[in-house]
């Protein structure tokens, strides 16, 4: 007889944190892809939305600093774990706000909503690097969470319009089945514990210093920055532009989302292992090079059909080669500076979706053709960063470290 393979603790613990983030994207996908709609219908203009979003998202920078460089690494299970509490309430008490017009209140539970959303998904990396760490695991949490947030929205797109027990499903039912998930995702925090196998740094301000001098993570960060803002001008009210700009229903935007994102999500496992080339540069190019011709196509077009085709190659490109794009910088850092690195990396992108929001906001009302051309400038700009970043990769390959795990080392610091 065979025997049977036995999972390690590390293993196990490693699936059950993934097993969490799956619950708690699904209750994402399912609650945010309405969320622009529902406080439409409760009177909220397009620029009330891209506001109240982009104060959400700057107060997460709150959050984000204070868990980097405050939260020890033995304590940040405990943190996630009151955090969903917090989303979980907050998402009960939106629930009860419907119909009421209590324009303030709803606006405060939807910033909290963003940030707790925020804080979440900045922790669960470098939860994660207390059991495993590689470029490869990178790419496997953020697939993990692509894929289940479009299964959200999934679970959506099925039930809306749809009548149980005598009571048609609204984006309140819908709203009520996020709820249920993220429940799922509490319990399952409940189940494991994680160890820092790291001995915390001695200095809070060592991070930050190495990332001032290092000439690659400056840029870097600029890059993190302008790749949020610029996917952010373009689609952070992708639910309003389908539905008023191009005449979607909201059950036929929402399956046109699901359809582009589960094929997204299948094209980011196949970029990762077959379809990434051995060359950077060309990498680059086809995550960033053809979206930004599209939006340039679409702008000259000035055609409803052309815009959709450009902002389906945006979404369906934006999962892949998350190894080559990210994770390569990220892990440079050593697992002891892991929490307070991705501090200063969710800050720059979170700072950077709330000014694409922002943007996207201010251009609304102008048409998807100046929206594309916003997004347009801020792609380019960004894809000039991200070549000079390959650049700067290969003049210090010279520097050692190990195959599975790049150092944190001073030697890195550029002279």
């Not at 909503?113 to 939860?127: F, K």
């Not at 995702?185 to 001032?212: N, W």
Request: charged share 15%; hydrophobic share 50%.
């Amino acid at each position: 007889m065979k025997k049977r393979h036995r999972l390690s603790k590390q293993k196990i613990v490693e699936r059950k944190i993934l097993v969490m983030l799956a619950f708690f994207s699904t209750s994402v996908g399912l609650w945010e892809n309405f969320r622009q709609l529902w406080l439409q219908d409760n009177g909220f203009s397009a620029a009330d939305v891209s506001i109240v979003t982009s104060i959400g998202l700057v107060l997460s920078v709150v959050g984000v600093i204070f868990v980097g460089y405050r939260l020890k690494m033995g304590h940040l299970k405990g943190f996630m774990t009151v955090t969903l509490g917090i989303k979980l309430v907050d998402l009960m008490i939106l629930r009860s706000l419907d119909a009421t017009n209590s324009f303030w209140l709803m606006s405060a539970c939807t910033a909290i909503d963003v940030i707790t959303s925020y804080l979440i998904i900045a922790s669960v990396y470098p939860l994660i690097t207390t059991i495993i760490k590689n470029n490869e695991i990178y790419s496997k949490r953020k697939l993990v969470e692509y894929w289940f947030r479009d299964i959200g929205v999934l679970v959506g797109g099925i039930v809306l319009g749809q009548t149980f027990l005598g009571s048609l499903i609204d984006y309140n039912a819908c709203l009520v089945i996020s709820v249920i998930f993220l429940t799922l995702a509490i319990a399952t925090m409940s189940t494991f514990k994680v160890k820092a196998t790291e001995k915390e740094p001695p200095r809070s301000d060592s991070i930050l210093k190495y990332v001032m001098k290092s000439k690659l993570q400056r840029f870097y960060m600029a890059y993190a920055f302008l790749a949020a803002m610029s996917f952010a001008a373009a689609l952070g009210l992708k639910m309003l532009v389908l539905t008023n700009y191009l005449n979607f229903s909201a059950g036929t935007a929402t399956n046109y989302l699901l359809i582009v994102g589960l094929l997204s999500d299948v094209v980011g496992v196949l970029a990762l292992k077959y379809f990434t080339p051995k060359n950077d540069y060309l990498t680059l190019t086809l995550k960033f090079g053809i979206r930004l011709l599209a939006y340039v196509i679409a702008i000259i077009a000035d055609d409803p059909f052309v815009s959709m085709l450009a902002i389906t190659w945006s979404i369906l490109i934006s999962t892949a080669y998350e190894d080559v794009t990210d994770g390569c910088y990220i892990n440079l850092v050593d697992n002891r500076h892991q929490l307070s690195y991705s501090t200063i990396k969710y800050t720059m992108s979170i700072l950077g979706e709330a000014a694409g929001m922002m943007l996207c906001g201010v251009t609304y009302n102008l048409g998807v053709g100046v929206i594309l051309g916003v997004s347009a400038v801020i792609t380019a700009t960004q894809l000039g960063i991200a070549f000079y970043l390959i650049h700067l990769r290969r003049r210090r390959r010279s520097v050692r470290h190990s195959a599975s795990r790049m150092r944190y080392d001073e030697r890195m610091i550029d002279n």
